[in-house]
């Protein structure tokens, strides 16, 4: 009897009805993994664009950013100007204590105090102060010798001297440039003569 009954329960199962449901269905579950799998694609290839897109986007408006002049901040301008306005207001200071000290020196050596109540002049001890005086040699008086004639018994010779008429005679003891020089030696290399105990050759 069991025997049987399993034999009819699987002739039943097996019939061609049944068969071609099973097969449906799987023909079904694989239209279904197809349309699932091409969904898939389709998103990640949208989302895949997409991301794509923004971060074009973003590089474009990062350009634009980069490109358009900075705006200036208050705040830096403001200390700008609070920097200008010290830096100003030290100059001023400077060119001040510059002046007061030019004054300060200068009334001190002229003797007139400017914050005196009376603004006379009041007089400066020099006493203890050492003064030094410095000559200045004179140059001696620029000659030339133009000419010498050297006799047996006489010695002359010809000058320019500067600030005298030219053509100037001279002979040994002569003077010269307003009796401040005198000649004291002639011969074929020159004329030597003596000026403020100092003694001068001038080749010929």
Known sequence: MADSASVKK???TNTPKMRQQRSDEKRLKRVLFIVMLLACCAGSAYFYINTLQLIEESQNA???LASQPALPDPNMAN???EIDAAETGLSDMTKVTSMAMQTALLAEISGKYPVSPENKLQPVDTSGVAVEIVEIDPDPPAVTVVAILIKEDDKIAMLDVVGEEGGL???QGSNFASGTARVTKIDAKGVTFTWMKKSYHVPF
């Open 79 to 81: 200390e700008s100007k």
């Open 62 to 64: 990062m350009q634009e």
């Open 169 to 171: 005679i001279v002979r």
């Open 10 to 12: 699987t002739a039943v």
